[in-house]
């Protein structure tokens, strides 16, 4: 008989050498807000999500939900920090997780997203590997996805970078931003 997943204890904090990532907490929208605004044109091409600047309230609604999701294990969202020289978090860098979760299987797919002017230093390749650690080590994960659009080649790289075998390109498999069918390229690390 399987546990349910409420029952999973899942760390709220994952720290990296330079990277901190923690659970949703209340109280955080409109610091989100602010970073994600300033990441539009940087996310735009690629997350549905980040086509207009949020307010305040409507991310904290967002992270409030996220809080919740974590609890529930829906999905496990994490923000990602610069770690600061004490071990504390410092800058919200962006955000990242385990989502499209399949428990009976054992399966996660790692999203993430980061501020431009932090692109290129490591932090998102930390924080999958934290991420992915996890999975298999705490969460028997038996397989964890990376899933991205073929134009987007510094998250593609990311995938390679940690790991990920590219499995295949799935050919009209979603609608872009743009309301166009898209690609989607599956990289996969499998216990």
Same mark, same amino acid.
């Given at each position: 008989?399987?546990?349910?997943?409420?029952?999973?204890?899942?760390?709220?904090?994952?720290?990296?050498?330079?990277?901190?990532?923690?659970?949703?907490?209340?109280?955080?929208?409109?610091? %989100?807000?602010?970073?994600?605004?300033?990441?539009?044109?940087?996310?735009?091409?690629? %997350? #549905?999500?980040?086509? &207009?600047?949020?307010?305040?309230?409507?991310?904290?609604?967002?992270?409030?939900? %996220?809080?919740?999701?974590?609890?529930?294990?829906?999905?496990?969202?994490?923000?990602?920090?610069?770690?600061?020289?004490?071990?504390?978090?410092?800058?919200?860098?962006?955000?990242?997780?385990?989502?499209? %979760?399949?428990?009976?299987?054992?399966?996660?797919?790692?999203?993430?997203?980061?501020? #431009?002017?932090?692109?290129?230093?490591?932090?998102?390749?930390?924080?999958?590997?934290?991420?992915?650690?996890?999975?298999?080590?705490?969460?028997?994960?038996?397989?964890? &996805?990376?899933?991205?659009?073929?134009?987007?080649?510094?998250?593609?790289?990311?995938?390679?970078?940690?790991?990920? &075998?590219?499995?295949?390109?799935? =050919?009209? &498999?979603?609608?872009?931003?743009?309301?166009?069918?898209?690609?989607?390229?599956?990289?996969? =690390?499998?216990?």
């Amino acid at each position: 008989m399987s546990i349910d997943p409420v029952l999973i204890d899942i760390p709220e904090r994952l720290d990296g050498e330079r990277t901190v990532l923690l659970a949703p907490q209340a109280g955080l929208g409109a610091e %989100m807000a602010v970073v994600i605004t300033q990441s539009l044109s940087h996310l735009r091409p690629w %997350m #549905p999500w980040a086509q &207009e600047a949020p307010t305040a309230e409507s991310s904290e609604l967002v992270v409030r939900r %996220m809080q919740a999701d974590f609890i529930g294990r829906r999905d496990l969202s994490y923000q990602m920090y610069a770690r600061r020289a004490d071990g504390s978090p410092g800058r919200l860098l962006g955000g990242t997780g385990l989502h499209r %979760m399949d428990w009976a299987v054992r399966r996660f797919e790692i999203g993430y997203w980061i501020r #431009p002017e932090a692109a290129g230093q490591g932090h998102v390749s930390e924080a999958v590997r934290l991420l992915a650690a996890m999975a298999f080590e705490k969460l028997s994960a038996r397989r964890v &996805e990376i899933r991205c659009d073929p134009r987007n080649a510094r998250s593609r790289a990311v995938a390679e970078r940690c790991g990920f &075998e590219l499995e295949g390109i799935l =050919r009209n &498999e979603a609608l872009g931003v743009d309301g166009h069918p898209r690609d989607t390229c599956v990289y996969s =690390r499998i216990a």
